[in-house]
């Protein structure tokens, strides 16, 4: 039995960018930076930061595309997969990325649906109740 399963969690370098092969299927590329943080025997702290290239299909494509942006935080599982091609000039190119097959955002909610949330609370606040108008 083989298995070629990755999980990864990190935040976005870029914007998720949206293509449509010629078949009419999208395609959905972004990539993802996950940090390695640790004390090397000097007592120093050491970071090292791995980037990946992250491609999702149809549905989940869409959905990234929608909802996540450059610095978000999310949790994606997939699988490794290596293109290989010729470039312009004839030199041969190969890239691994992987596949998402599933993907949960992180992060809280984003800023700005906060501070709407925060705004319309505080005019929720200000209406005054009126106990009378109270059905029990």
């Given amino acids: 039995m083989d298995l070629n399963k990755v999980m990864l969690i990190g935040r976005l370098t870029r914007d998720p960018e949206t293509r449509t092969t010629p078949q009419g299927v999208n395609v959905t590329s972004f990539g993802l930076a996950t940090n390695l943080i640790w ?11 791995e980037y990946h290239n992250i491609v ?22 997939g699988r490794l997969q290596t293109r290989t091609w010729e470039d312009q000039n004839g030199t041969k190119r190969q890239r691994t990325e992987i596949i998402a097959d599933n993907m949960i955002m992180l992060d809280s909610k984003e800023p700005e649906k906060i501070e709407e949330e925060l705004t ?17």
């Avoid at 999702?56 to 599982?77: D, N, P, S, T």
């Avoid at 319309?120 to 029990?136: C, D, G, L, T, W």
Wanted: glycine share 6%; hydrophobic share 30%; with cysteine.
């Fill in 120 to 136: 319309s609370k505080e005019e929720a606040e200000e209406e005054e109740i009126n106990i009378e108008e109270v059905p029990f």
């Fill in 56 to 77: 999702a299909w149809r549905k989940l494509g869409e959905i990234c595309a929608q909802y996540l942006k450059k610095g978000r935080r999310v949790f994606i599982e």
């Fill in 39 to 49: 004390t090397n025997p000097a007592g120093e702290r050491q970071e090292k930061v």
